[in-house]
């Protein structure tokens, strides 16, 4: 009975593993949610985009990055540049987000990346 109880306990704990891979990771996020197609700006590199930091410039993140696809601000002068979208002829719309926030003075404050489901 010991034996049953512990393999038992064994694959609740690798299924209980699985699941919080499939919810937390972009990957998993990508297969359980059938796939991601994801167009990105003109420039962006995903190895480029991990090394942008909080407290970067915009100017910065545009020599490194390249311009984004478009821009929105708010009413006082936060921004945020997306580099990622859906692309114009997919069947899949789902994508990876690839976007970064400003604050007024044009400073990196966020990073936002995650899977769009559509």
């Not at 994508?95 to 990346?113: L, P, S």
Request: hydrophobic residues 45%; neutral net charge.
């Amino acid at each position: 009975m010991k034996r049953i109880a512990k393999i038992t306990a064994i694959w609740i704990g690798i299924f209980a593993i699985i699941i919080l891979f499939m919810v937390t990771t972009e990957i998993g996020q990508s297969v359980l949610f059938g796939g991601t197609q994801t167009a990105y700006a003109d420039g962006f590199q995903e190895n480029v985009f991990r090394r942008i930091k909080i407290g970067d410039t915009a100017d910065n993140v545009r020599t490194v990055l390249g311009s984004p696809f478009w821009v929105s601000q708010d009413s006082d002068g936060h921004s945020c540049w997306v580099f990622a979208k859906s692309p114009e002829d997919s069947k899949i719309h789902n994508f990876r987000i690839r976007n970064v926030m400003f604050d007024a003075k044009g400073v990196v404050e966020k990073k936002e990346t995650g899977i769009y489901v559509d």
